[in-house]
């Protein structure tokens, strides 16, 4: 369906392409930062019954309901009348469940206060995790660059603390397995912890009662999770291109030109795309297409990530990159573990994070400033100025969406969010996800959720960003033929059609290329909540071009799991500090 062709009524009304209609969705930036400072998934959690798959959120009101009427409203607020609604009945929920409890309101303050913010990935992070991270540093940032220690081979064996992640399905769920007494924090020592658990918790957390009825939460894992890595990257070949990929040439708009006679035009980082032209790039041909780090016209202002000049020439001569970024002091920099980066890694492999300068600051004031040459362990820390967007959400999509863009000579690029620790050698990584059988986009699955309908719900029941634009870009997909999961569906084109975005492996071909820009353009149009988005790109992408395969591996979550650890983000406080204070 040519969305271009949408009757006027089923216009997009925000966002760049159609500003005249209605507020841009960078408007939103800043409310979605506080609104999600204000939030507390963890609390959040409380109102389910078990099943995260059971939510109450009234999604066909999006089929029903114009959405757009809402946005046109003067004087609207964060939330959609609907969405104030939904707020009602969760916290009606959630009353009901404190009165049938034994826990009284005044320890749920102290226990929410005690644990730091979760994000909806939060697949088993321990209160450990956090007490141990700052002794991990130290001996895993080892300048002795020259050591040949080869990485472990990552076994399915129940493991130390560090490989609690291990565990296949069935050790998962079973009641006595480890990761259950290492999820004391998901747990908070329920009726059926024992008790040298429930004493560990009460000695980190002196405000828990063991009586808790805060239950953990579910997650679903689907068969084996046994991965053969390879026992070594000293004989791993990278492969010749295979010619099975799609061969094209992208060219990128470097420039925009200011159109006459609109005085409120401003130059914008990824430019002014029109719905037509958005048509247009989805088509996998020769041809120039917006993807970022576009410049106005001449004498107008940078329109941002700008980069020092030597850090600019140090990426562009990666070939391998690994890299992160940490904007707004959301996450403490943690190098990947020593001992598991091989020497070839280590002369082959860039290791890059961006940070902005407030959290450069942060880190320098905390111990961890760059040497001479500008690298804290393993890591090449790129400071970046100007951030294109209000929102650091935002800006972090840039690096992870873009790499190919940050990294001109790069052929591999492997992405993992600030909150994880690489736990294997890159090159381990990349012959396992893609050398090994021909992929050249790797990305996991969601450990819960496979269906859009499912994560449009769970966006709005967390509040994780306005509900009206949340139900304009839905709306917006299904009109354009976005239809629900179906796992019983021979012919589907993804395992799952949410993944868990914060680790990305790529080669870096035509057509991961293409996906990479077109997944940026709609995060850019639409909101940043990435997992929106990721599944009617593909889709849309395949659809348009039935002759042009893209070989992309959608592989488990509990893989990923096996190979990053994942982390809390720093505590509120930390995040406090004003993203835009300078010198």
Same mark, same amino acid.
């Given at each position: 369906?040519?969305?271009?062709?949408?009757?006027?009524?089923?216009?997009?009304?925000?966002?760049?392409?159609?500003?005249?209609?209605?507020?841009?969705?960078?408007?939103?930036?800043?409310?979605?930062?506080?609104?999600?400072?204000?939030?507390?998934?963890?609390?959040?959690?409380?109102?389910?019954?078990?099943?995260?798959?059971?939510?109450?959120?009234?999604?066909?009101?999006?089929?029903? !309901? #114009? %959405?757009?009427?809402? *946005?046109? =409203?003067?004087?609207?607020?964060?939330?959609?009348? +609907?969405?104030? &609604?939904?707020?009602?009945?969760?916290?009606?929920?959630?009353?009901?469940?404190?009165?049938?409890?034994?826990?009284?309101?005044?320890?749920?303050?102290?226990?929410?206060?005690?644990?730091?913010?979760?994000?909806?990935?939060?697949?088993?992070?321990?209160?450990?995790?956090?007490?141990?991270?700052?002794?991990?540093?130290?001996?895993?940032?080892?300048?002795?660059?020259?050591?040949?220690?080869?990485?472990?081979?990552?076994?399915?064996?129940?493991?130390?603390?560090?490989?609690?992640?291990? !565990? #296949? %399905?069935?050790?998962? *769920?079973? =009641?006595?397995?480890?990761?259950?007494?290492?999820? +004391?924090?998901? &747990?908070?020592?329920?009726?059926?912890?024992?008790?040298?658990?429930?004493?560990?918790?009460?000695?980190?957390?002196?405000?828990?009662?063991?009586?808790?009825?805060?239950?953990?939460?579910?997650?679903?894992?689907?068969?084996?999770?046994?991965?053969?890595?390879?026992?070594?990257?000293?004989?791993?070949?990278?492969?010749?291109?295979?010619?099975?990929?799609?061969?094209?040439?992208?060219?990128?708009?470097?420039?925009?030109?200011?159109?006459?006679?609109?005085?409120?035009?401003?130059?914008?980082?990824?430019?002014?795309?029109? *719905?037509?032209?958005?048509?247009?790039?989805?088509?996998?041909?020769?041809?120039?297409?917006?993807?970022?780090?576009?410049?106005?016209?001449?004498?107008?202002?940078?329109?941002?990530?700008?980069?020092?000049?030597?850090?600019?020439?140090?990426?562009?001569?990666?070939?391998?990159?690994?890299?992160?970024?940490?904007?707004?002091?959301?996450?403490?920099?943690?190098?990947?573990?020593?001992?598991?980066?091989?020497?070839?890694?280590?002369?082959?492999?860039?290791?890059?994070?961006?940070?902005?300068?407030?959290?450069?600051?942060?880190?320098?004031?905390?111990?961890?400033?760059?040497?001479?040459?500008?690298?804290?362990?393993?890591?090449?820390?790129?400071?970046?100025?100007?951030?294109?967007?209000?929102?650091?959400?935002?800006?972090?999509?840039?690096?992870?969406?873009?790499?190919?863009?940050?990294?001109?000579?790069?052929?591999?690029?492997?992405?993992?969010?600030?909150?994880?620790?690489?736990?294997?050698?890159?090159?381990?990584?990349?012959?396992?996800?893609?050398?090994?059988?021909?992929?050249?986009?790797?990305?996991?699955?969601?450990?819960?959720?496979?269906?859009?309908?499912?994560?449009?719900?769970?966006?709005?029941?967390?509040?994780?960003?306005?509900?009206?634009?949340?139900?304009?870009?839905?709306?917006?997909?299904?009109?354009?033929?976005?239809?629900?999961?179906?796992?019983?569906?021979?012919?589907?084109?993804?395992?799952?059609?949410?993944?868990?975005?914060?680790?990305?492996?790529?080669?870096?071909?035509?057509?991961?290329?293409?996906?990479?820009?077109?997944?940026?353009?709609?995060?850019?149009?639409?909101?940043?909540?990435?997992?929106?988005?990721?599944?009617?790109?593909?889709?849309?992408?395949?659809?348009?071009?039935?002759?042009?395969?893209?070989?992309?591996?959608?592989?488990?979550?509990?893989?990923?799991?096996?190979?990053?650890?994942?982390?809390?983000?720093?505590?509120?406080?930390?995040?406090?500090?004003?993203?835009?204070?300078?010198?």
């Amino acid at each position: 369906m040519d969305v271009t062709q949408l009757q006027k009524s089923k216009e997009l009304k925000f966002g760049h392409g159609s500003v005249a209609h209605g507020r841009d969705s960078r408007d939103w930036d800043k409310d979605d930062r506080r609104r999600d400072e204000d939030y507390s998934e963890e609390e959040q959690e409380r109102v389910r019954d078990g099943s995260v798959d059971k939510v109450h959120t009234p999604v066909k009101d999006v089929d029903k !309901k #114009d %959405s757009h009427e809402v *946005l046109g =409203k003067q004087g609207i607020g964060l939330y959609n009348e +609907a969405g104030r &609604d939904e707020l009602k009945i969760y916290q009606a929920e959630y009353e009901a469940s404190l009165n049938g409890s034994h826990k009284s309101g005044e320890t749920d303050e102290r226990e929410r206060k005690a644990l730091e913010d979760n994000d909806e990935y939060d697949d088993g992070i321990d209160l450990q995790d956090d007490q141990m991270e700052d002794g991990d540093d130290v001996g895993h940032d080892d300048k002795d660059h020259s050591s040949a220690t080869e990485p472990r081979i990552v076994r399915n064996k129940k493991q130390s603390i560090n490989e609690e992640s291990d !565990k #296949d %399905s069935t050790g998962l *769920l079973s =009641k006595g397995s480890s990761l259950k007494s290492q999820h +004391a924090q998901g &747990d908070a020592v329920s009726g059926h912890a024992n008790s040298v658990e429930a004493h560990h918790v009460r000695k980190l957390m002196p405000g828990k009662r063991s009586g808790s009825r805060k239950k953990p939460k579910r997650r679903k894992f689907s068969g084996s999770c046994e991965m053969k890595i390879s026992n070594s990257s000293t004989l791993l070949v990278e492969p010749v291109e295979s010619r099975k990929f799609a061969r094209f040439s992208l060219q990128y708009t470097k420039k925009e030109e200011k159109p006459f006679g609109d005085e409120k035009w401003e130059p914008r980082f990824a430019g002014h795309q029109s *719905l037509g032209e958005r048509e247009e790039s989805f088509i996998a041909r020769d041809q120039k297409i917006n993807c970022g780090f576009v410049k106005g016209p001449k004498g107008s202002p940078s329109t941002g990530f700008d980069l020092a000049e030597d850090d600019a020439k140090y990426i562009s001569s990666c070939h391998i990159a690994v890299m992160s970024c940490i904007f707004g002091n959301s996450d403490r920099l943690r190098s990947p573990i020593g001992k598991t980066v091989s020497r070839m890694s280590r002369k082959n492999v860039c290791f890059v994070m961006f940070v902005d300068e407030v959290t450069l600051r942060t880190l320098s004031s905390e111990g961890q400033m760059p040497d001479t040459m500008g690298f804290v362990g393993l890591w090449k820390i790129v400071v970046v100025k100007n951030p294109p967007f209000t929102d650091m959400r935002r800006v972090g999509k840039i690096p992870k969406f873009l790499p190919h863009r940050l990294f001109p000579s790069a052929r591999y690029s492997i992405w993992l969010d600030s909150k994880l620790r690489l736990q294997l050698d890159p090159l381990l990584i990349l012959e396992y996800f893609l050398w090994r059988k021909g992929y050249e986009y790797a990305i996991s699955n969601h450990y819960d959720r496979h269906c859009l309908w499912e994560e449009v719900a769970q966006n709005k029941k967390l509040n994780k960003y306005n509900h009206s634009v949340i139900d304009e870009q839905f709306a917006f997909y299904q009109a354009d033929g976005m239809k629900r999961f179906n796992a019983s569906d021979a012919n589907k084109l993804l395992p799952s059609n949410v993944p868990e975005g914060s680790f990305i492996v790529r080669a870096h071909t035509p057509m991961s290329n293409l996906f990479s820009c077109l997944w940026f353009n709609e995060v850019d149009r639409f909101t940043p909540r990435d997992q929106l988005s990721f599944a009617y790109t593909y889709h849309k992408l395949r659809r348009t071009n039935p002759e042009k395969p893209f070989f992309l591996n959608m592989f488990k979550d509990c893989e990923r799991r096996k190979i990053a650890k994942l982390y809390h983000h720093r505590s509120e406080e930390r995040r406090n500090i004003p993203l835009h204070e300078t010198e």
